[in-house]
């Protein structure tokens, strides 16, 4: 499937949604094959009904400005690009105000995937490939 | 009872907004294409509080406007 984006603008925003024990959200992502994995805004993982209490893992992030700790939470459903990720591992992240995003949507996402990227005409395309090696 | 609006009319009157919107239709891209907008702010934290307190089971929350402030670079 293809989705549209703004090729004028300095970062790829990609709706995406998660559905939690108490509400299906649909928030905005931004692309970022830099990541190694997909990172919500943590409050938007509590209104979907995720308790940090009943974190899957913790985890220690690399960002530019240092190491951060964060809170890993499998969501019983995750769709982005057309594509259903189900007990999607996704962490827990508080980005700064004045930041118009709820997080990123990481390699981890796309792997298994053809993602293509154009910026001539706007669109994103994910594939179903193959295993990653 | 709340207004349903489209996404144009959200997009026309809410600009630099924090949106948050109840029962939202999408498109298969999960883009919104129309739904009742139960909060509006440039308080990202004040739209997050009514989040947590609305009763509708699928929402939709996204910022109207450039992600970046204008101004900045971005290093994720």
Known sequence: ?133 | MSKVMTRAEMDAQFPDEWILVTDPVLGPDLFVRSGVVAAHSKDRAEVERAALETPSRHIAVWFNGDPIPPGFKVLL
């Open chain 1, 1 to 133: 499937m293809t989705t549209p984006f703004d090729p004028t603008r300095r970062t790829i925003v990609v709706p995406t949604q998660l559905a939690g024990p108490t509400r299906v959200v649909t928030v905005n992502l931004l692309l970022d094959t830099g990541a190694s994995d997909t990172f919500i805004q943590e409050p938007k993982l509590l209104t979907a009904g995720y308790d940090p209490a009943a974190a899957t893992g913790q985890y220690t992030v690399a960002t530019p400005s240092g190491f951060i700790g964060v809170l890993e939470f499998r969501v019983l459903a995750f769709t982005a690009l057309g594509r259903v990720r189900v007990d999607f591992p996704i962490l827990a992240h508080t980005f700064p105000p004045g930041t118009g995003h709820d997080g990123v949507l990481g390699l981890d996402f796309f792997r298994g995937n053809v993602l293509t990227i154009d910026f001539v005409m706007g669109e994103i395309t994910l594939t179903p490939g193959g295993p990653t090696p």
